[in-house]
């Protein structure tokens, strides 16, 4: 960086700049002989009125006006800066009634290939396990049929007509907490 040095009548924030920045700046910022405030030299109030004199607070001391005149303002920059909030909730049990269900049907493809070819071949009474809460449900409802072979399944929830159905298999329902 290459310090610039200074003409009268350059502004103090110009220090510092490169050359080629200045040049750059001053097309951007445009000479200052034109600015707003130049042109109103010599006219008696620069714009500002003879009897307010540019004085006073136009738009309201502070935060007035915030659900009024300054709403937009407000809305955008400070949402929910007005307007009541109800209280918290403290004991709020959550999910209470969550409560995901497989059907009769579905059980069977829960197990892994592996296991269901040992479950059918096996004669000595051996007996896959099914743990439905591991797949993400709680209870077992009675829609569709099962295979003939004996499961044990384990849940947290069993409807009357899945664990018939179970139990006819020759299978067991086990209850889970």
Not at 13 to 35: H, K, M, Q, V
């Amino acid at each position: 960086m290459q310090a610039v040095r200074l003409k009268r009548g350059d502004s103090r924030s110009r220090i510092g700049l490169e050359t080629g920045r200045l040049a750059e700046l001053a097309l951007w910022l445009g000479p200052s002989r034109f600015s707003k405030n130049r042109k109103k030299r010599g006219h008696v109030s620069a714009g500002h009125g003879r009897i307010g004199k540019h004085r006073k607070h136009p738009g309201g001391r502070g935060n007035a006006g915030g659900q009024h005149h300054h709403r937009i303002l407000m809305d955008k920059f400070h949402p929910g800066y007005f307007g009541k909030v109800g209280m918290r909730h403290f004991h709020l049990l959550k999910n209470r009634t969550h409560c995901p269900t497989v059907n009769v049907e579905r059980l069977w493809t829960l197990v892994s290939e592996q296991t269901k070819l040992q479950a059918e071949k096996s004669k000595d009474g051996k007996a896959p396990v099914i743990d439905v809460t591991k797949a993400g449900f709680f209870k077992v409802l009675g829609k569709g049929r099962l295979p003939e072979v004996p499961m044990i399944v384990k849940a947290k929830f069993f409807s009357s007509e899945a664990e018939k159905k179970i139990k006819a298999a020759g299978g067991a329902c086990l209850l889970t907490a």
